[in-house]
């Protein structure tokens, strides 16, 4: 399959491109920042008409381009949210018939581990699929990726899985992330999924590894082929020793969007700042 990636200069779009290379794919590697080094071309997926030329000869988009956390409304809407209108929009033009969107947890972000009501080896889990309920802006947007998803699905038939993905990072980050951790080796192997099930429809699932902690579904992403091979345990003990066992009552382990559902709405933050207030970095 040749597929078109948007943002592949980041940090998810450069852990997918040895595997889906491995797994057989041909990449259009695309960003708002080239870099000749990775073969990566520039695109900004705000300019339409760059966007439908992009996409020529490609037959599926992975769609990761975009402000990757917090900011003022308008930098979001103006990114993230008309940026993935342009990239649905050049897939109808380009008769492509399948794209996967890079949402996010953040979109549904409110939730509580109380929400959660299936049962899974004796533990609950909030199931696939939720209704946004978005922490921020930047989840906000995710929330509407998803939705033009749904509705590029149903007038044109497009196959639009929105990958509702956790905390993708080389190893977990912190304690917390042995909940929510989503493994360099997993983002290509469920996105590999996403590419190769035959008729999905359109779907919003969840995106992270099989953790032993996890208490978010990954049936959606299993359903499409996906089988995990990684588990955040592996890291407790060390991020346990250096951050304590997580209070499951604390806010930041409660809610599925952590420390992002109290957030300054619409901040865009320095790094420092980040760290000062106890919030990731996410261009780490």
């Not at 409304?73 to 103006?78: E, R």
């Not at 342009?86 to 581990?113: K, Q």
């Not at 929330?143 to 699905?153: I, N, P, Q, R």
């Not at 359109?202 to 990684?230: C, H, K, M, P, Q």
């Amino acid at each position: 399959m040749r597929v078109l990636i948007t943002g592949a200069g980041g940090r998810i779009g450069q852990m997918l491109i040895e595997p889906l290379r491995a797994a057989g794919h041909t990449l259009i590697l695309t960003d708002l920042h080239p870099d000749e080094s990775l073969g990566i071309d520039a695109l900004d997926v705000t300019n339409a008409a760059a966007t439908v030329a992009a996409c020529a000869g490609a037959s599926a988009i992975v769609h990761l381009g975009g402000i990757p956390s917090e900011a003022p409304f308008a930098d979001i809407n103006a990114v993230n949210v008309v940026g993935t209108y342009n990239v649905l929009a050049a897939a109808v033009e380009t008769g492509i018939d399948r794209v996967v969107l890079a949402s996010s947890n953040h979109a549904v972000g409110f939730y509580r581990r109380s929400d959660a009501t299936r049962s899974f080896d004796g533990r609950l889990e909030l199931a696939d699929p939720a209704a946004p309920r978005p922490d921020t802006f930047y989840g906000w947007s995710k929330a509407a990726m998803e939705s033009l998803g749904s509705l590029y699905h149903d007038r044109y038939g497009m196959d639009v899985i929105a990958l509702r993905i956790g905390t993708c990072f080389t190893t977990p980050p912190d304690a917390r992330a042995l909940t929510t951790w989503l493994s360099p080796g997993d983002v290509g192997r469920v996105v590999h999924a996403c590419l190769t099930a035959p008729k999905p429809g359109f779907r919003a699932i969840f995106a992270i590894s099989d953790n032993t902690r996890r208490w978010w579904s990954i049936d959606g992403a299993t359903a499409l082929g996906f089988v995990s091979e990684d588990d955040a345990e592996e890291f407790a003990p060390e991020l346990i020793a250096r951050d304590g066992e997580p209070d499951r009552s604390d806010p930041t382990h409660d809610r599925v969007g952590g420390t992002f559902c109290f957030a300054p709405l619409g901040e865009t933050m320095s790094p420092a700042v980040r760290r000062d207030r106890g919030l990731p970095d996410p261009t780490a």
